[in-house]
Structure formats: C-alpha cells, structure tokens
C-alpha cells in the first residue's frame, strides 16, 4: 500500500526524533492540527510546510513520496549530519561552517607535511 501525505509526514516527524508536540510548534499549528494532518483528516498550507522544512522535514518527500536524488546519495552518517545541521539556529550553522573549514584545513594523518 503505498503512503499518504499524512503517513509521510508522520515518517518524517519521526525520522527527526520528534514528538507531535514539537512539530507542531516548528510548523506553527496546534497538536490538534498536526495529528489531523498525519491522519489525513486535514492538509498542511505552505505556512505550515516551509516552517518544517527548517527543522529538517523533507517537504519534496512528503509531497511527491520520493527522495532528492541528491539525499538519496549521502551515506548514513552525512544524512545524519546534515539533518541536525537543519535544526540549529543561524549562528550555530555558522560556527559549524567554520569548524568544518578549519578541520578540513588539516592535514590528514596520511598527508605528508
């Protein structure tokens, strides 16, 4: 049986570890909304969509049922990595950002110096 837009979106709130409480703040909607919108009862607005995308919703997945190719290619730690990238704030991902640059400044243990 394929997956519904609120089966997804379920699928993906839980891929991010969160409870139905926290999305719904992420997405600016009640619980009650939320749990409509995982049962199918109710659709989410664009509003709604772009907030959680911020948090790391993958929203093409959620909408068409299929993965970026580009995500798709990432092995399990860099998917991990960039998904909680997405949850932090504007100056945690710049401080981020400048410790991968940094490390990768580095030379490597096989590099020759």
Do not use: C, W
Not at 14 to 22: A, H, I, P, S
Not at 27 to 37: A, E, F, M, T
Not at 81 to 106: G, I, S, Y
């Amino acid at each position: 049986m394929e997956k519904n837009l609120g089966d997804r979106l379920r699928e993906e709130r839980e891929r991010l570890t969160l409870n139905q409480n926290e999305m719904a703040d992420a997405g600016g909607v009640k619980r009650n909304s939320q749990g409509n919108y995982e049962r199918g009862k109710q659709n989410p607005d664009t509003a709604y969509l772009l907030a959680v995308a911020e948090v790391g919703v993958d929203i093409h997945y959620v909408l068409t049922g299929s993965r970026l190719a580009a995500a798709s290619h990432l092995a399990d730690d860099e998917r991990m990595v960039l998904e909680h990238f997405r949850r932090l704030d504007t100056a945690d991902k710049a401080a981020v950002v400048r410790l991968v640059l940094a490390l990768a400044a580095l030379p490597s243990a096989g590099d020759e110096q």
